[in-house]
């Protein structure tokens, strides 16, 4: 089959391999579209700590089970999207129903063979069937929307609170959607792309390009001074580590998202005159998954709106080359 391989650091490339068997407790899917993602990218310029050479990429997946053993809940022929975390089931945290911060935790696509491929086998118990009016391209975008869900639901966000949002990649948009949907009543979100600035725009957010304008300034003038009641860090960078301490008010909380790839410098003398709460979010459970499901089913998140792009396997390293671009890019999907 044809598929999508990280060989070394920025070098894809598309092979011929030998097809996946399903073995026991796996089903066979079909991939439909596979999207991908911020650690896709960490994966490509060679910082990922685990994904080692060679390996087929993409743990964000839609498909068509193509074979799978006798079973209640799904068969030949489902559309389903895919969890795509392995788990050990018998730490301290998968024994209290927390799987999704394993102590061992790995990830298709990342430690095994993922869905940038015709096809990829999977655990069926990480299994989510789609709705009929969930497109395959809208299926894969199910996981980063499942973050998102995840993401806010940890930010204890109430009715009215005030969000900042330092990021305004695929996540920090939907993290804005379910945000809102959460009842947040003012949403900033910052970014130096205008491209991305442009959709957080047409999504009603308020728009705040990190260049030009000041974004603690701007929160604080909206505030009267006060601050935002939950920041979401989402773009991974020192500057951004320093703003989520500045644009927080008093007994605010931050969640901090992102996965840096070199440690920031965080002012705690800053936080605990304030009295700031700091919380992180990893990735996603079941729930959040039907969730987000549930979501796209209901037309309540848009995430068709995040595709900038869609492209054959074939075109795997100008896929990777055009991400890189975030003037141009937000999802970028492929179509094996």
Do not use: W
Not at 22 to 47: H, N, Q, R, S, W
Not at 155 to 179: F, R
Not at 228 to 252: H, L, R
Request: with cysteine; aromatic share 6%.
């Amino acid at each position: 089959m044809k598929a999508g391989m990280y060989i070394a650091e920025k070098k894809v490339q598309t092979e011929s391999i030998e097809k996946p068997v399903a073995g026991e407790g796996e089903a066979l899917i079909k991939v439909a579209y596979a999207g991908i993602c911020g650690t896709d990218m960490m994966i490509f310029a060679g910082k990922h700590p685990r994904a080692k050479a060679p390996v087929v990429l993409g743990h964000e997946f839609s498909g068509t089970i193509e074979s799978i053993a006798d079973n209640d809940h799904f068969h030949r022929g489902d559309r389903v999207t895919v969890e795509p975390y392995l788990t050990c089931g018998t730490c301290a945290a998968c024994l209290a129903g927390q799987y999704h911060v394993c102590a061992t935790l790995r990830c298709i696509g990342i430690d095994k063979d993922g869905g940038f491929a015709e096809y990829v086998a999977v655990p069926i118990h990480r299994l989510h069937h789609l709705p009929n009016n969930v497109s395959d391209e809208e299926g894969a975008l199910t996981e980063p929307l499942a973050i998102a869900v995840h993401t806010v639901r940890r930010s204890d966000l109430k009715v009215g609170d005030s969000v900042v949002i330092l990021g305004a990649g695929p996540i920090g948009l939907l993290i804005g959607q379910v945000a809102k949907q959460a009842g947040a009543s003012e949403i900033f979100i910052s970014d130096i792309s205008p491209y991305r600035l442009q959709v957080a725009k047409q999504m009603g957010f308020t728009a705040v390009h990190a260049k030009e304008e000041d974004i603690k300034e701007a929160v604080l003038s909206f505030t009267k001074g006060v601050g935002a009641d939950i920041v979401f860090e989402v773009a991974g960078t020192q500057a951004t580590a320093n703003q989520m301490i500045q644009c927080i008010k008093y007994q605010g909380k931050i969640v901090v998202v992102s996965v840096y790839k070199q440690a920031p410098t965080i002012d705690l003398a800053a936080m605990h005159f304030r009295e700031i709460s700091l919380t992180t979010t990893r990735c996603a459970n079941s729930n959040d998954f039907a969730i987000a499901i549930r979501l796209m089913e209901k037309k309540i998140i848009d995430v068709a709106s995040l595709i900038s792009h869609k492209l054959p396997l074939d075109d795997i390293q100008q896929g990777f080359s055009t991400m890189e671009n975030t003037d141009i890019s937000l999802k970028v999907l492929f179509h094996p």
